[in-house]
């Protein structure tokens, strides 16, 4: 960097005090307080909040670290720039990569290999003090971003998964925006590479104020992202030993059952409109293991959340009808909270998949739509 002081190069260290302010205090936050400050009629996960914490904290040691080097050495060849950039590959990226991965809370993932394929940058940084004469600056370079890309292809696979799991066990979920753990991932990227690759205040000021409003995102997925698989959340991390899969089952006659079993204990009671149901407790409701039940959708070219969404948006054109013949008013807001919704949004596209039209356009209509799509046939 350069060593005259510039207007650039006082707003560059205002911006790096400011950040490692930002992080001192979300770390702080996170760490202990109780209160959600975004979403409080939200449970957050436990384990997310704490890995966050983490991130922030680190991210604070980081910059601290690297302002002090910068003040009282500046030496790139140095012994201690080597163990610094070493020390960089061995916490940030496992911490960084492990706060991601907790955003997809039904995948419990191994954090050994970061640490493995984070070890050859951390022994060329060494070895690049050790050996001046040798160039490993690029070699390391051009590894990280090769890391950076398979991770990142990585997370595009992984949330895709998480997006149909979602679907698969919740019928009515709020905040389903999987792919903005994909868009945090690609900012912190390329906010980490700004700082890793260039040796400048122009592109440095520019990555710190990148960092504020990725901070501020990072923190509001954590505390709007609900809680979704409490016995895998619990705090103390510990699965209960009642949840285990079983092994694969052919065809059995048990299946044939689950149909009565559902009808009786979830269409009749109308279970289907508590807004929170899953298929865990549905599965408990009608006295039948998950996994079976998860076989007989799936035997029935169907899925929980398409099972579910069928039932409600019946509930809705039932509840329509008998509203209009009462010439009552109507409003779809009310009807859908009746009908087991807490978004409207979420209804109005389950709607749309079903109806094949919007809910105003149905409504305007003012009765079923004739032959294809009648409310029967929802």
Same mark, same amino acid.
């Given at each position: 960097?350069?060593?005259?002081?510039?207007?650039? @190069?006082?707003? *560059?260290? &205002? =911006?790096?005090?400011?950040?490692?302010? +930002?992080?001192?205090?979300? #770390?702080?936050?996170? $760490? /202990?307080?109780?209160?959600?400050?975004?979403?409080?009629?939200?449970?957050?996960?436990?384990?997310?909040?704490?890995?966050?914490?983490?991130?922030?904290?680190?991210?604070?040691?980081?910059?601290?670290?690297?302002?002090?080097?910068?003040?009282?050495?500046?030496?790139?060849? @140095?012994?201690? *720039?080597? &163990? =610094?950039?070493?020390?960089?590959?061995? +916490?940030?990226?496992?911490? #960084?990569?492990?706060? $991601? /991965?907790?955003?997809?809370?039904?995948?419990?993932?191994?954090?050994?290999?970061?640490?493995?394929?984070?070890?050859?940058?951390?022994?060329?940084?060494?070895?690049?003090?050790?050996?001046?004469?040798?160039?490993?600056?690029?070699?390391?370079?051009?590894?990280?971003?090769?890391?950076?890309?398979?991770?990142?292809?990585?997370?595009?696979?992984?949330?895709?998964?998480?997006?149909?799991?979602?679907?698969?066990?919740?019928?009515?979920?709020?905040?389903?925006?999987?792919?903005?753990?994909?868009?945090?991932?690609?900012?912190?990227?390329?906010?980490?590479?700004?700082?890793?690759?260039?040796?400048?205040?122009?592109?440095?000021?520019?990555?710190?104020?990148?960092?504020?409003?990725?901070?501020?995102?990072?923190?509001?997925?954590?505390?709007?992202?609900?809680?979704?698989?409490?016995?895998?959340?619990?705090?103390?991390?510990?699965?209960?030993?009642?949840?285990?899969?079983?092994?694969?089952?052919?065809?059995?006659?048990?299946?044939?059952?689950?149909?009565?079993?559902?009808?009786?204990?979830?269409?009749?009671?109308?279970?289907?409109?508590?807004?929170?149901?899953?298929?865990?407790?549905?599965?408990?409701?009608?006295?039948?293991?998950?996994?079976?039940?998860?076989?007989?959708?799936?035997?029935?070219?169907?899925?929980?959340?398409?099972?579910?969404?069928?039932?409600?948006?019946?509930?809705?054109?039932?509840?329509?009808?008998?509203?209009?013949?009462?010439?009552?008013?109507?409003?779809?807001?009310?009807?859908?909270?009746?009908?087991?919704?807490?978004?409207?949004?979420?209804?109005?596209?389950?709607?749309?998949?079903?109806?094949?039209?919007?809910?105003?356009?149905?409504?305007?209509?003012?009765?079923?739509?004739?032959?294809?799509?009648?409310?029967?046939?929802?």
């Amino acid at each position: 960097m350069p060593e005259q002081i510039t207007p650039l @190069s006082i707003l *560059y260290l &205002l =911006l790096h005090g400011a950040g490692t302010a +930002v992080c001192v205090v979300l #770390f702080l936050y996170l $760490l /202990l307080c109780r209160g959600k400050a975004i979403a409080p009629d939200i449970t957050p996960p436990a384990r997310l909040r704490r890995w966050a914490a983490a991130l922030f904290g680190i991210m604070a040691l980081v910059h601290i670290w690297w302002i002090l080097f910068y003040t009282y050495s500046d030496d790139s060849r @140095s012994v201690i *720039y080597g &163990l =610094l950039v070493a020390l960089d590959c061995m +916490v940030l990226p496992p911490v #960084f990569i492990g706060t $991601l /991965l907790n955003m997809l809370q039904d995948r419990r993932r191994p954090l050994w290999p970061i640490v493995v394929v984070m070890t050859p940058c951390a022994v060329l940084a060494v070895l690049q003090t050790a050996l001046p004469s040798i160039d490993l600056t690029t070699p390391n370079e051009v590894y990280g971003l090769v890391l950076a890309v398979a991770f990142i292809i990585y997370m595009v696979v992984a949330v895709r998964q998480y997006g149909r799991w979602l679907r698969d066990n919740y019928a009515d979920l709020e905040h389903k925006e999987v792919w903005v753990s994909l868009a945090l991932l690609i900012g912190l990227m390329v906010l980490l590479m700004s700082f890793e690759y260039t040796d400048n205040y122009v592109m440095s000021t520019i990555a710190h104020l990148t960092g504020f409003p990725l901070a501020g995102l990072l923190l509001w997925r954590v505390e709007t992202l609900p809680q979704l698989d409490e016995a895998a959340e619990r705090e103390d991390d510990i699965l209960p030993e009642a949840e285990t899969i079983p092994d694969p089952l052919p065809v059995s006659d048990a299946l044939s059952h689950i149909g009565q079993l559902l009808t009786k204990h979830c269409e009749d009671t109308q279970l289907y409109l508590q807004p929170d149901l899953t298929l865990t407790q549905l599965s408990v409701a009608i006295g039948v293991n998950h996994y079976y039940l998860s076989q007989y959708f799936a035997s029935q070219d169907t899925s929980y959340y398409a099972y579910i969404h069928d039932l409600r948006i019946r509930h809705f054109i039932a509840r329509y009808r008998e509203l209009a013949a009462a010439h009552e008013p109507i409003v779809a807001q009310q009807l859908a909270q009746e009908s087991g919704y807490h978004s409207y949004s979420t209804f109005s596209t389950a709607f749309k998949q079903r109806m094949h039209k919007s809910v105003a356009a149905w409504m305007r209509e003012g009765q079923c739509p004739q032959p294809r799509n009648r409310c029967s046939d929802v």
